[in-house]
């Protein structure tokens, strides 16, 4: 995701030490059991810590970290601009972490500063976030990273695209408000890209409207859906992450237009799931963050306890029908997350 430059005091450094798998106060961070050996250090460059969706990935880091004599401490970007530029050299210069696994605001912007760490010796994992030029691929895009996981996000927007024609199906006009999470960032131009070129093949499905719903919560998509009401009344479908989605509902539900639209999240959470089964939602693309932590850490582990390097891993492969959730295959999914 894009950032800019930024004093490196307005990072925020979050590390509190855990036993087992016990969070001993808010912060994050892992270590053996008191008395065992000194813990191996990784460094968690998190886009923004209040992220809903992170924070469930960061809870299955913990687990399997705590579990292997590893401690993570956690940097929040707070998706500022150039702040993980400035994170990574604070890392390198600390000669303290061994690994850094990182979910990037900065796209393929981060890669010299990366690239830094992987000379100094510390293992790079990326997780979620594209860092490169190619967005419709899960391979590392520069030498060095032990592993990527991720779903590729121009796969996402077309993944979302075709639940968008699903919804479509059968309309002369199919209008669409379309929500970014953050309009502008790497991560939101390629689902936008993907999005638009599966739509295009129905002419008639036109975005009427834009709004941004920041992927923190429902209040700002909530008072962007309540401006976007006031001028545009009329529109057939829905688009955008799972908590943008979620402050639709409660802006349709306050203007008395709640089932005039067809709903469409991405994110699988469990707001999302229960929409698609009560009906509020017509579809949902499922993502999996506990999965894509899990998997992130296992291939850290690897890292660094064998040096064997994973590679690009797309956790949405397994899921049913190309993760695509309708009422007909919703009993097939169990959210990973709130939302």
């Keep these: 995701m894009n950032l800019r430059s930024?004093?490196?005091?307005?990072?925020?450094?979050?590390?509190?030490?855990?036993?087992?798998?016990s969070l001993l106060a808010t912060g994050v961070s892992t270590t053996s059991n008191a008395g065992a050996a000194a813990p191996i250090n990784i460094a968690y460059l998190s886009a923004s810590s209040a992220n809903t969706?992170?924070?469930?990935?960061?809870?299955?880091?913990?687990?399997?970290a705590s579990a292997n004599g590893m401690k993570i401490t956690e940097f929040d970007a707070q998706f500022k601009p150039g702040e993980q530029a400035k994170e990574i050299q604070d890392v390198i210069a600390s000669g303290k972490y061994k690994a850094i696994i990182i979910t990037s605001v900065d796209g393929a912007g981060i890669i010299p500063s990366l690239q830094d760490a992987i000379k100094a010796g510390i293992k790079v994992g990326i997780l979620n976030q594209v860092v490169g030029t190619k967005l419709d691929t899960v391979k590392p895009q520069f030498a060095g990273p032990s592993a990527v996981v991720m779903v590729?996000?121009?796969?996402?927007?077309?993944?979302?695209?075709?639940?968008?024609?699903?919804?479509?199906?059968?309309?002369?006009?199919?209008?669409?408000?379309?929500?970014?999470?953050i309009k502008g960032i790497p991560l939101d131009n390629a689902i936008r890209l993907g999005f638009d070129k599966i739509t295009a093949a129905n002419p008639?499905?036109?975005?009427?409207?834009?709004?941004?719903?920041?992927?923190?919560?429902?209040?700002?998509?909530?008072?962007?859906?309540?401006?976007?009401?006031?001028?545009?009344?009329?529109?057939?479908?829905?688009?955008?992450?799972d908590q943008s989605i979620q402050g639709v509902v409660l802006a349709l539900s306050d203007a008395g237009k709640l089932g005039q639209a067809k709903l469409i999240g991405f994110g699988g959470s469990k707001a999302a799931i229960d929409g698609v089964k009560n009906g509020t939602w017509f579809g949902d693309l499922f993502g999996a963050p506990g999965t894509e932590g899990k998997l992130m850490m296992q291939a850290?582990?690897?890292?660094?306890?064998?040096?064997?390097?994973?590679?690009?891993?797309?956790?949405?492969?397994?899921f049913p029908d190309n993760a695509l959730v309708t009422k007909d295959n919703v009993s097939k999914f169990t959210a990973e997350w709130n939302g």
Excluded: H
Aim: charged share 20%; with cysteine; proline share 5%.
């Design 204 to 241: 008639a499905i036109k975005v009427v409207a834009e709004g941004e719903g920041k992927y923190l919560g429902p209040d700002t998509a909530q008072k962007a859906m309540q401006d976007i009401l006031t001028n545009t009344p009329s529109f057939d479908v829905v688009v955008g992450a």
């Design 6 to 21: 930024l004093p490196r005091r307005s990072s925020r450094v979050i590390s509190v030490a855990v036993v087992g798998v």
């Design 300 to 318: 850290m582990v690897k890292a660094l306890k064998t040096g064997k390097v994973t590679g690009g891993i797309d956790p949405a492969s397994a």
């Design 53 to 64: 969706w992170l924070q469930a990935s960061r809870a299955q880091m913990i687990k399997i």
């Design 152 to 181: 590729p996000p121009e796969v996402s927007g077309e993944r979302v695209g075709k639940l968008t024609l699903k919804a479509c199906q059968g309309l002369a006009t199919c209008n669409v408000v379309y929500f970014y999470g």
